[in-house]
Nanobody, 119 residues
């Protein structure tokens, strides 16, 4: 089993910054991706930032130039640096990890961390 735990959310004023962390533990062998999603009230969960198979990064358009995903493989941790935050960034942010299995992939989610941006 894999445990995924996020931290670093909170309340910030528009224009401010937050850094989210996500650590994976347990049976982590075979984890081949970790990325960040968010879900705002009344909206579907959306992929915010991810690594490509080639090691580069992808972002949804609304956060490009403001958010940066990074990772520390030695610590099995990924980060999301969020700068120039806007009220529309308010959401619960979830870390997602995918583990390669013999016949299928397994998805693991953290409990989520609330990010609230006040105007």
């Amino acid at each position: 089993q894999v445990e995924v735990v996020e931290s670093g959310g909170g309340l910030v004023q528009a224009g401010g910054s937050l850094r989210l962390s996500c650590a994976a533990s347990g049976s982590i062998s075979g984890i081949n991706t970790m990325d960040w999603y968010r879900q705002a009230p009344g909206k579907q969960r959306e992929l915010v930032a991810a690594f490509t198979s080639g090691g580069s990064t992808n972002y949804i358009d609304s956060v490009k130039g403001r958010f940066t995903i990074s990772r520390d493989n030695a610590k099995n941790t990924v980060y999301l640096q969020m700068n120039s935050l806007k009220p529309e960034d308010t959401a619960v942010y979830y870390c997602h990890a995918r583990k390669r299995g013999m016949f299928t992939n397994y998805d693991y989610w953290g409990q989520g961390t609330q990010v609230t941006v006040s105007s």
